[in-house]
């Protein structure tokens, strides 16, 4: 299995624009994970999906982001119009079973200038 | 609800010597699991040991072992041997079937010194 693949690697984008981050889970995983990590606010749980369904969504931090989950193999975040703070690097994990642990994706490093 | 704490913000050790990470946590449930995430500087997340609270025996994986006290709700790293490799932020996580999800802390950097 080849893991949790994330595109872009790596993301530079002006303030403004719109950024659409893409996640492949692990076939097979039913749970998907957007989390952000930055140094000052460490990793944070934007939302995750059960089933492709939302389930929690309380930490995505404002009406900019916004997550899909349209098949059982793709996921997307997106911001919308992206913001300088909003750089970060953000990661996509999938789980057959919380209590299994996750796997990690290797993030996207998004830089908004 | 539940909370998990890593009171070292950072830590060195001596290359081919043992160093011990803390993690604490705080919970009401009687069942749930515990893990360490290893995240180098290439920024994979990587996992590195699990553990169920309902054994008692402490889990092991090659020269990563915890040290479980379920009552004091603690939950320790050792790696022995350390090697440069093993250079990275590590995070300590938990998991109960409350929130159903993983809950990290915020990690404790780790410096090997050659």
């Known amino acids: 299995d080849a893991g949790v693949i994330q595109s872009p690697r790596h993301e530079v984008t002006e303030m403004g624009q719109e950024v659409t981050l893409r996640c492949k889970p692990i076939?097979?995983?039913?749970?998907l994970f957007w989390y952000r990590q930055t140094m000052m606010r460490g990793l944070e749980l934007l939302i995750y999906?059960?089933?492709?369904?939302?389930?929690?969504d309380s930490g995505m931090p404002e009406d900019r982001f916004s997550a899909k989950m349209p098949n059982a193999s793709f996921s997307t975040l997106k911001i919308q119009p992206s913001e300088p703070r909003d750089s970060a690097v953000y990661f996509c994990?999938?789980?057959?079973?919380?209590?299994?642990?996750?796997?990690f994706g290797s993030g996207t490093r998004l830089t908004v200038v | 609800a539940q909370t998990v704490t890593q009171s070292q913000p950072e830590m060195s050790v001596q290359e081919a010597e043992t160093v011990t990470l803390s993690c604490t946590y705080d919970?009401?449930?009687?069942?749930?699991?515990l893990f360490w995430y290893k995240q180098p500087p290439s920024r994979q997340m990587i996992l590195v040991i699990r553990?169920?609270?309902?054994?008692?025996q402490n889990a092991t994986e090659n020269r990563f072992s915890v040290n479980f006290q379920k009552a004091a709700k603690s939950f320790s790293l050792k790696i022995s041997d350390s090697q440069l490799g093993d250079a990275a932020m590590y995070f300590c996580a938990y998991y109960g079937n409350r929130d159903d999800k993983i809950i990290f802390g915020k990690g404790t950097r780790l410096h090997i010194l050659p």
């Open positions: 076939s097979g995983h039913n749970s």
């Open positions: 919970t009401s449930e009687s069942d749930y699991y």
């Open positions: 994990a999938s789980s057959p079973e919380g209590l299994l642990g996750y796997t």
């Open positions: 553990q169920e609270a309902y054994k008692q």
């Open positions: 999906f059960n089933n492709n369904v939302p389930i929690d």
